[in-house]
Structure formats: structure tokens, C-alpha cells
């Protein structure tokens, strides 16, 4: 698209950005190679894509006439919040153009009698819970990088975090959608109280990374903010007995609001860290167990009971935060972990698998005996009461091979979750990262549902295209003709044959 | 060779029995998800017509078709896992009997869907009714990790998985939960459960319904979290008025709390019933949507509630209702026509609330459609997912009216 890729622009390349620039205001595209290498990957760094020309469209009408534009022009296009994602999602190649939404970030309604809000894709997580609080209301889902991460983006991703067992991820708490397609049409899914309106459109939306259209108005579920909350802190000798204490807790039938796991490697990258915590350095392990609700005294009950739990299954100690300040210290190193292991080395993969919870001990061994083979550094923080695993490989790309081995490493990390009854991620997403590891938990007919199902939200597989779905793996499915192609009758050939997808730069002959 | 030779040949003998359905549709009985599968791919291949059926206690088994698909032999619980709180259970088991399978190993479904107790999983799946507990556990799919069903053309389609979080792929599961059976016929569902809890409690207050809507919305301004919240119609609960029935699961602890917070914002009115006393008014309630020949529900904000209840008596009577308050939630239960309910849905959907039918006779689906009165844009996007998982149209669905 750029004419040269990363090295330059063409003309057709300028003729695009003056077109997008006609909608959006020139300032706000990017063509220049400087710019667009800010955009060249998102939290992952073992991605990297530049894009062709980034636009950032500053409200709804905006969107929807750079997406028209591009759709009359067959160019495919990527939708971007802040670029926190972890799998390679958010990325787009050079012959595509990056539509990054950030300057949608307005909270548009909330509307405490009903617990909603609507808010745009642009909106940063924690923005909306401090909107909400005066009104003594917050939103949930509260990824790690909730302090940068979009709304959007959480749409995209269907995007967990710590409070999402006891509350349900982001596909939870949306309850309706304004969405552009890629064809421009602007449609609404589901219904304000949150009922489907017909199939579930808004939940089949949810997650789907970008592939079935821009979501430019969200309706999220606000919840009342706890009155009582309990925070332990209980550490581990040995990193079975704390995965053993995790199905304990579970089986208890009181479910905590968080219940995170940190093992040595980790806890050590935070206490050397400016979010040090207070964490026993000693531990194999900590769990994080937070429990709250709207009744003081049940909150302390059920706290008493979930520590006796702990001790019952092998914690050496278990401390209660004090107060407000020491429980957000606690969850400071938690929540900051990802941060402080980027001490540790030059590089970091953060991994994402599921497993059921009762595995947790023989998978986190068998990881640390891939660490091993490896000669690797893997820390592992994770949300150990849902189950979902985030092994964190550092290392220094520089060095030689290196890479090659964290991906190898990698690989059979998600081998032995998929082997203990798994799957290869809970909330960051397939994006590109994943790809590869799709056909090993979905079968051609499942693969090929998908992607008929992309077809029908995204009939030329325009946005963010060669992500999710590994199209060589899917087999033949009624009405797609050919697995490579796509193609579905003899317009959509037709008007395929323009994309700039199969023929790079063939957008700007015009 | 005839359709039920060659059901025969393909499934062998026990899959048929001819004689059974009212209407003389020779009903099969698939004994395996493949052999779904192996029969749907031949219908589409034969322009045979397929109408599903579970147990026949929800929707009536009246659609016309070739022939009638009961899941009732894909009635195995492949495993239930207390440890990690999930279970895999094949959609054509009763709902009485897996629960009690649960409860064996100390889990629990936290759904309690309307219909006769034997109702099948698939069944409560496929139209995604909950009842009350979807107040404090939420709607059918989220008690979800994963379902397989067979599409129309006779592909096994798996999504999710059994895990507690899954972002792998697009989620397919949502499409066939509360797709009515549209997009395929789900055979296999792995299940999220909860811990079978310690204490469970359930007051009522009787009154007028403007009262208990009053109460109802104090309840909810002192933030009683209750497991459910009830409104219902003095037939429903088979009282002299109408009835805020609230329930509580959980640890002692939070039972105890709860329930005194919910005396103090209601200043002691509510009566406490017995175990036994309980579980009758929750059976009867549910039991009670199975009797009536229509059944839809509507979905609307919290506060429109009182409103959306106004309206249903004025176009429909009120005489079986049961309604969530706090989420906004109500299904209604009775006789009506073909015309009120085409206009009650234009009503609502001028209010921007979508009505959905749950039951009712095929000459009344079919002209009034489970869903209908869709937004701009919408329509199609649900017809283009029909095709796909549908090619031939061999799935007996009414999707939309024919209005």
C-alpha cells in the first residue's frame, strides 16, 4: 500500500491518506515510516507488522466514512484500541490500514437507576469504574492492563481479569452493540435491557478480535461496588500444595471474587520491583484470594472459612490485609506482575492457556519441566480460580536461536494444556499468535463454521484479515467454494478480484 | 426404498418408531451424536424435512415435516467433574435427572428453567430459558463452556470447550443457545456448575402489584443481592394476590445476611418458608408456563418493568406472569391469538424491547415467529447464518413469522 513498505510512500498511498485525511482531518493519518512503526505491534513482542497508513477517525460518522471509502476501494482494514492486546491481534500489514479508536472516548450515558452505561470503543477501562462511582457503580472485567486498555478492545477480545470468577468476563456484561460492518452499514445488536434480540448477535460479536466489524457503541452491564471486602494473602511451600489449595477453595461453594496464583520467579520480579508487594520471598507460591460483597459480616465469614481452608491445605501462613492501603498494595505486585518480570530480561512472552482447575498442579509442573528443558525463565501469575494460566517466558531476542526456542517452548507449554483437557487461551485472544494452534483444539467442520461465520458479517474477509481463523485448516463448507479464496458466488469473485488482498496496491489505481 | 427403510438401513431398526407421533411423522431416535449427523447429511441430500424433539414436554411436537429427530436417546452424562465444577451431558437428558446426578457429586445447575421437570437440557439450551435464578446467576449461556451440535447438512460443529474461560475462536456457543434449533441440533453440551450451597432460602410477600413493585424496588435500592426475585400473578403462584417471592443460595453467612437485610428494607413483611414449602412454589411456577399453550418472554430495563406489565394485561391479560424486577425480565403464560401477539411485538419493539416466543401451537409459530420486529440490518445477518448452517433449509424452524 505505502508503495515500498516500510521504506516510503507511492502516490497511491498518498492518494488514500489524502481521502482518509478528507474525512478525518489530515493530523490524524499517519503515513510517514516513523509514525507507523509506533503502531508496529501490540503488547506481544514476538509480532511486528507496520502498517500501510494509520487513521484515527474521532467519532462514530467518522468511522463509518473511512470504512465505506475503504470498502469502495477493497482495502482491508485493522480496528485498534491501545494496542495492550497479547496476541498479535491489533496488527495490520502494509497493504492494509490501521483504524486505531482511541479518539472515540467519550462516555456517552450512565444511567445508575438501571446499572448501564454506553460508552464508546475508545474508552479506557478504569475511566468508566471512576465515572461510575459516584454513583457507587463500577465495571467489572478488569484485565491487568486496565489502566490503558479500551473498551473496545475488552469487546474484541472478550477480555478476563482477576474479578472474573466470581463475575463473568466482558461477554458478561455487554448488553448491546452499534456496530459498523465491514461494508459500512451501521446495525444495532441486542436490546437495551440487554435481552438478544432473536440470536444472540451480541455474544457471537463478543470476541470475534475484530473480524466481524467495529463495535462503536457498547452497552455494559455497572455493578454496585462492593460494601465488605476481605483481601488474604496466603504463601506456599511447594507449587502443588498451592494448586491442591486452589480446588479446595473452589469446592467450598463460596466463590471468592479473585483468586490469583504467583510462583517464586514471579513473586521475586515483583519484590525487586517498585510494586513490591511484601510477598515472602521464600514461598513456591502465593494465592491472592479476595472476597467480597454488600454484607460485612457474610464477607468476614466466608473469609474465615476460606482461611481455615488454605491452612487445612498446606499454607505455611495466611495474612488478612489490614486495610484499603495494604490491600492495594497486595494487588499492586499482582496486577503490576507483568510489568516487573520486564526486569528480568530484554523480552517477554506472556502465554495464556486454560486448563480445569484440578490440573493445575500436574500442568504447572510439567511446565516447569519444559522451563528446564529449555534452559528458560518462566514465571507464572495467573488466575488460578478459573483455571487460566499465564506462563511468562523472558528472554533476550538478540540473543541467537533464542527466539526459536521460547516458541518451541511455547508450543509444548500449550501441548500440555490442550493434552490436560484445555484450550489455548482464555482471554488474550488468537490473533496471529495463535493461529498456529488452532487446528489442534478444532476440527476442520468446526474451523470451517467459523469462518462461514465471518463470511456472513464480512463476506471478503476485509477486516483484520489472516487472523483467528487458520483458513487452510478448514474444510469445504457449503456455499464457500474454495478454502483458499473464499469466494462465495460469482459477484462476491467479482468484486474480490479488486481487493488488496490477493493483489497488494491494487486499492489506489484509480 | 421408503424414508423409514432407509432411516432403518442407515441407524438400524430400534432408531425408528413409526407409530408414535400424533400427526403419523415417523419419529427417529438417533443413538449417537454421529448418527445425528449421519441422518441430517441424508436428509439434506434427500430434501427430507426434520423437526427436532426432546422429551415433548415443552414445545408441542406439531410442526409438519418428514420426520421427527428426538434427542431422547442421547440421554448419557459423560462426566461430571465436582472438582472442577463442570459437567458434559448430552442434550437429551431430563433436566430432573441430571440434576440429581449433580447433586450426587455436591454440584448444581443454577438453572431453574420453566417446564415440566423432565425437560431436556437441549431443550432448555436451544430456547435459552431461564427462570428465576437468572437474577443472580444469569441467563442460560452463561451457565455454558461449550456445546456440539449438528447443523443442517449434517456437519458436528464443536465450540468452546470445558474449561472455566475460553476466548479460542469465534463463540459459536452463543449462537446455538437461544437459537431455537435455527442453526443446528445441539447434541452435546459441557456445562458450568456451581457448588451445591449450604443454605437456600425463600420469603414471599403477598400484595397488590404496585405494592410489591415498590417493595421490590427498595430491595433493590439497599442492594439485596438475592439469588432470585420474583413477581407473580396470583394464578402463578396460586394465591389470593400477587406474590414478590425472593431466594437466597449460598454459604450460611451470606443467606443470614442477606435475608436480615432484606427484612430491614422491608420492614419485617416477609414470611419465610420451609425447605419443602419452597421447593412446591418453584416447581408449580415453573410446571405452571408448561400447561398454558403460549409462552413468550420480553427482556426491558430494570425500571421499565412496571410498564412492560401494564402493557402485557392490556393486550394480552396478565393472569400468568412471572417477572425478574431487577433485571427487567417477564414471561408471560396464556391463550391469545396470532394478531395480539404481532402487535404486542410491534408495541415493544417501538420501545425498543424484543419479544420472544417460547412456545406455542406451529400455526401460531409459524405466522408469529420466535423472533421477529428486528432492528435495521439485523435480518439479514440472521438469514445469512440460517444458510450457513442450513443450507437446504431441511431444519423445521419458525425463525420469523410470516408477517
Known amino acids: ?510 | 426404498m421408503s424414508l423409514v427403510d432407509r432411516v432403518r438401513a442407515l441407524l438400524g431398526d430400534d432408531a425408528v418408531d413409526v407409530a408414535t407421533t400424533p400427526d403419523g411423522v415417523p419419529r427417529v431416535a438417533p443413538g449417537s451424536p454421529d448418527a445425528v449427523a449421519l441422518l441430517l447429511g441424508t436428509a439434506r441430500e434427500e430434501g427430507w424435512r426434520v423437526r427436532v424433539e426432546g422429551a415433548g414436554t415443552w414445545l408441542p411436537a406439531d410442526a409438519p415435516a418428514d420426520l421427527a429427530l428426538t434427542t431422547r436417546r442421547l440421554d448419557k452424562v459423560p462426566a461430571i467433574e465436582p472438582q472442577d465444577l463442570s459437567a458434559t451431558a448430552e442434550a437429551g437428558i431430563g433436566c430432573d435427572l441430571l440434576r440429581q446426578q449433580l447433586a450426587d457429586g455436591g454440584t448444581w445447575l443454577a438453572l431453574d428453567p420453566p417446564g415440566l421437570a423432565g425437560r431436556t437440557l437441549g431443550s432448555v439450551v436451544a430456547t435459552a430459558t431461564a427462570g428465576p435464578l437468572r437474577q443472580g446467576f444469569g441467563a442460560v449461556r452463561d451457565h455454558l463452556l461449550g456445546v456440539t451440535f449438528v447443523t443442517g447438512d449434517g456437519r458436528l460443529v464443536q465450540s468452546g470447550g470445558r474449561v472455566m474461560k475460553n476466548v479460542a475462536g469465534y463463540d459459536l456457543t452463543k449462537l446455538a443457545a437461544g437459537g431455537f434449533g435455527a442453526f443446528g441440533v445441539i447434541v452435546l453440551v459441557h456445562l458450568r456448575l456451581r457448588a451445591l450451597p449450604r443454605a437456600d432460602q425463600t420469603l414471599v410477600l403477598e400484595g397488590s402489584r404496585e405494592d410489591l413493585a415498590q417493595v421490590a424496588e427498595d430491595i433493590a435500592a439497599a442492594a439485596v443481592q438475592p439469588a432470585a426475585h420474583e413477581l407473580m400473578s396470583p394464578a402463578l403462584a396460586r394465591r389470593e394476590r400477587w406474590m414478590l417471592a425472593v431466594r437466597f443460595a449460598g454459604s450460611a453467612a451470606l443467606v443470614s445476611a442477606e435475608e436480615a437485610a432484606l427484612r430491614a428494607a422491608s420492614g419485617g413483611r416477609f414470611t419465610a418458608l420451609r425447605a419443602d414449602e419452597a421447593h412446591a412454589l418453584w416447581m408449580r411456577a415453573a410446571e405452571s408456563f408448561a400447561t398454558r399453550p403460549v409462552t413468550f418472554r420480553v427482556g426491558g430495563l430494570p425500571d421499565s418493568s412496571d410498564e412492560l406489565m401494564d402493557l402485557l394485561q392490556h393486550q394480552v391479560g396478565d393472569e400468568w406472569i412471572s417477572a425478574s424486577p431487577g433485571i427487567g425480565a417477564i414471561r408471560w403464560g396464556g391463550e391469545t391469538t396470532v394478531d395480539r401477539l404481532r402487535r404486542l411485538r410491534r408495541t415493544l419493539a417501538g420501545l425498543e424491547v424484543p419479544l420472544t416466543l417460547e412456545r406455542a401451537p406451529w400455526p401460531v409459530r409459524a405466522a408469529v415467529g420466535h423472533f421477529g420486529a428486528y432492528r435495521e440490518g439485523v435480518g439479514p445477518l440472521v438469514a445469512g447464518l440460517r444458510r450457513t448452517f442450513d443450507p437446504g433449509d431441511a431444519l423445521v424452524v419458525a425463525v420469523e413469522g410470516t408477517e
Open chain 1, 1 to 510: 500500500m505505502t508503495g515500498g513498505g516500510e521504506g516510503g510512500r507511492g502516490g497511491r498511498g498518498e492518494s488514500l491518506a489524502a481521502a482518509l485525511g478528507e474525512i478525518v482531518g489530515a493530523r490524524h493519518v499517519r503515513t510517514a515510516l516513523p509514525e507507523r512503526i509506533t503502531y508496529a505491534r501490540d503488547g506481544l513482542p514476538t509480532h511486528r507488522r507496520v502498517p500501510g497508513v494509520v487513521v484515527l477517525p474521532g467519532s462514530r460518522d467518522e468511522v463509518v466514512a473511512v470504512v465505506r471509502l475503504l470498502a469502495a476501494l477493497g482495502v482491508p482494514f485493522v480496528p485498534r484500541g491501545a494496542g495492550t492486546g497479547l496476541s498479535g491481534g491489533a496488527l495490520a500489514n502494509d497493504d492494509a490500514v490501521l483504524m486505531v479508536l482511541t479518539r472515540l472516548n467519550r462516555i456517552l450515558a450512565i444511567d445508575p437507576r438501571n446499572r448501564i452505561a454506553v460508552v464508546e470503543p475508545g474508552v479506557v477501562n478504569v475511566r468508566l469504574s471512576a465515572a461510575a462511582a459516584p454513583h457507587g457503580l463500577y465495571y467489572s472485567p478488569d484485565p491487568s492492563s486496565q489502566t490503558a486498555c479500551t473498551i473496545g478492545g475488552n469487546v474484541a477480545e472478550n477480555a478476563g481479569g482477576p474479578h472474573c470468577l466470581k463475575y463473568g468476563v466482558t461477554a458478561t456484561h455487554v448488553l448491546g452493540l452499534e456496530v459498523v460492518l465491514a461494508d459500512g452499514q451501521v446495525v444495532e445488536l441486542g436490546s437495551p435491557g440487554g435481552e438478544p434480540w432473536g440470536p444472540d448477535l451480541v455474544g457471537l460479536f463478543v470476541g470475534s478480535e475484530g473480524n466481524f466489524g467495529i463495535a462503536t457503541r457498547i452497552r455494559v452491564r455497572l455493578l454496585p461496588v462492593p460494601r465488605a471486602i476481605r483481601t488474604l494473602l496466603a504463601d506456599f511451600s511447594a507449587l502443588r500444595t498451592a494448586g491442591e489449595a486452589v480446588s479446595a477453595v473452589i469446592a467450598s461453594g463460596i466463590v471468592p471474587a479473585a483468586l490469583e496464583m504467583m510462583d517464586q520467579s514471579c513473586i521475586n520480579a515483583v519484590e525487586d520491583s517498585v510494586y513490591a508487594a511484601g510477598y515472602p520471598r521464600d514461598a513456591a507460591a502465593v494465592l491472592l484470594v479476595e472476597l467480597d460483597g454488600c454484607r460485612e459480616e457474610a464477607v468476614a465469614a466466608d473469609a474465615d472459612t476460606i482461611a481455615g481452608i488454605l491452612r487445612a491445605h498446606g499454607a505455611r501462613d495466611v495474612l488478612s490485609a489490614a486495610d484499603a492501603k495494604q490491600r492495594e498494595r497486595l494487588w499492586q505486585g499482582r496486577k503490576k506482575a507483568f510489568g516487573a518480570m520486564g526486569r528480568l530480561s530484554r523480552d517477554l512472552v506472556v502465554q495464556d492457556a486454560v486448563v480445569p482447575r484440578s490440573s493445575l498442579p500436574d500442568v504447572l509442573e510439567a511446565i516447569g519441566r519444559i522451563a528446564a528443558a529449555y534452559g528458560l525463565t518462566v514465571s507464572n501469575v495467573f488466575h488460578a480460580g478459573d483455571g487460566n494460566l499465564h506462563p511468562n517466558i523472558s528472554f533476550d531476542g538478540r540473543v541467537p536461536g533464542l527466539k526459536a526456542r521460547v516458541d518451541q517452548a511455547s508450543g509444548e507449554i500449550m501441548a500440555v494444556c490442550i493434552a490436560a483437557g484445555g484450550t489455548i487461551t482464555g482471554e488474550h485472544g488468537i490473533g496471529l499468535d495463535k493461529l498456529r494452534y488452532m487446528p489442534l483444539i478444532f476440527d476442520g467442520d468446526a474451523l470451517a463454521a467459523m469462518r462461514a461465520v465471518r463470511l456472513v458479517f464480512d463476506p471478503l474477509e476485509r477486516v483484520n484479515p489472516g487472523k483467528v481463523v487458520p483458513v487452510h485448516a478448514c474444510r469445504e463448507w457449503s456455499g464457500v467454494r474454495s478454502a483458499q479464496w473464499g469466494v462465495r458466488s460469482a459477484a462476491d469473485r467479482d468484486r474480490s478480484s479488486n481487493s488488496a488482498l490477493r493483489i497488494p496496491h491494487s486499492a489506489f489505481e484509480s
